[in-house]
């Protein structure tokens, strides 16, 4: 167990998330990356001339720290980030008002004279690049893309000249494209992250942790907290285990000791310290008893499961919407006769992200709202869902096999990290 550990930590060594250094400089790369090839094109087809992120300290928005460097985790007073896409030479003009931190001033200019208020250099700053369009972060469907505060807000519009007071404009659109889009180094960063999270279930789901009769799905919550902490990651959830058991109604048991033949469940993401990134990993286990391996019940139920998420990958196409992928989905899986259901969200920058919703999990229909957004190229999703089906080795039961892979979808879905295929013995 221990070699397995130590091969973990070198994984986040070779992703350059450890040393906290090397993790602080590659989310500069980052961002540069993001702020050169997706802002300019996101500005445009949003047909945004300028863009405002607007935060309080203590009460920032939530994309601040998508757009912030390692070394300002928060405003400080009042900060502005004002972005000014230059139509003619395909360019955005990255600019803070307040006070910045070192690494920031690698990537905005800071144009708040030394006496000079924010708001009022604000208004300079609009007065000089005459913004035909200013986007602010409100809206009433998505919460990432609601930031701005109540005062922050009427604030704004006091000390807005009049003739620019008409131009401000949701920036909604703008916001959820800047939030979904993945860039290559996103991705390969989501790739190790996302191998890591399926590590830290294998060394979980082990007799080296689980002693059954003894070992509760909490001390197994508890020994992910740890090794995720240990690893230099933190959980932006959970982490949740919990179990089936012959003879029980009950679908997910919680602080149970766990025995032979239950069948374990974990749902756990895990976040890094500076680099905006999420994963969402769900996976099944069995503990064995006297086999020498897990019953092929249980693996056909997982095989099942396997056929959805074929069925929801091949439903995946650009520019259809959320509920469309829903709809077909489940139609599909009716057709096949497979009892299923669908609740699939966009990850990346946070954990449940922004972009179209896929079904709910206490709502299987189609989304108003959420749901009626795009599918868009390079966006990553968790392919989250569950299957139903009777097993012969626990007397024709009805039990569920819960399952979420994270995935990339650019023209056709791929799997970041492989996808659960048997079910892992314990």
């Known amino acids: 167990m221990n070699n397995f550990i130590r091969d973990i930590e070198k994984k986040v060594y070779d992703a350059g998330l450890l040393p906290l250094e090397k993790q602080a400089t590659l989310w500069t790369e980052i961002l540069t990356e993001k702020f050169d090839t997706v802002l300019p094109q996101i500005m445009k087809t949003s047909n945004m001339d300028m863009w405002l992120v607007i935060c309080k300290e203590n009460c920032e928005d939530p994309v601040f720290k998508t757009i912030t460097t390692w070394d300002m985790p928060s405003a400080r007073r009042v900060t502005i980030l004002g972005f000014y896409y230059d139509r003619v030479k395909n360019q955005v003009h990255k600019m803070i008002l307040g006070s910045p931190s070192p690494e920031m001033l690698k990537l905005y ?68 494209k800047w939030l979904q889009t993945v860039t290559p180094t996103e991705l390969k960063t989501m790739k190790a992250m996302v191998d890591i999270t399926h590590d830290i279930i294998k060394a979980s789901f082990s007799r080296n942790i689980i002693t059954p009769g003894k070992t509760t799905t909490t001390d197994i919550e508890w020994y992910m907290r740890n090794l995720i902490t240990k690893l230099g990651f933190d959980f932006w959830f959970g982490p949740d285990v919990d179990l089936q058991r012959k003879g029980s109604s009950v679908t997910r048991m919680f602080d149970e000791v766990i025995m032979e033949e239950d069948l374990l469940h974990c749902d756990i993401g895990i976040v890094c310290k500076f680099i905006q990134l999420h994963t969402d990993v769900q996976r099944i286990g069995y503990v064995i008893n006297n086999e020498k391996q897990v019953p092929e019940g249980f693996n056909r139920l997982l095989h099942i499961g396997n056929e959805f998420q074929d069925i929801v990958s091949q439903c995946f196409k650009l520019g259809i919407s959320g509920n469309d992928v829903f709809e077909n989905s489940i139609n599909i899986a009716k057709d096949r006769g497979i009892k299923a259901m669908l609740y699939t969200h966009p990850l990346g920058t946070f954990g449940h992200g922004a972009g179209p919703s896929i079904g709910m999990y206490d709502k299987q229909m189609p989304q108003p709202g959420k749901g009626e957004k795009l599918i868009e190229n390079n966006t990553c999703y968790a392919l989250e869902l569950n299957i139903k089906a009777c097993l012969s080795h626990w007397d024709n039961q009805e039990i569920y096999a819960y399952l979420e892979e994270d995935i990339f979808f650019n023209e056709t879905v791929e799997y970041i990290s492989g996808r659960q295929t048997e079910v892992i013995a314990i």
């Open 109 to 176: 200019v800071n144009v708040k004279e030394r006496e000079e208020d924010v708001w009022d250099c604000l208004n300079r700053i609009i007065n000089q690049y005459k913004p035909s369009s200013i986007g602010i972060n409100k809206s009433s469907e998505f919460a990432y893309c609601d930031g701005i505060t109540s005062t922050s807000y009427d604030i704004l519009m006091q000390k807005l000249d009049d003739e620019y007071k008409k131009n401000i404009v949701s920036s909604e659109e703008l916001c959820v």
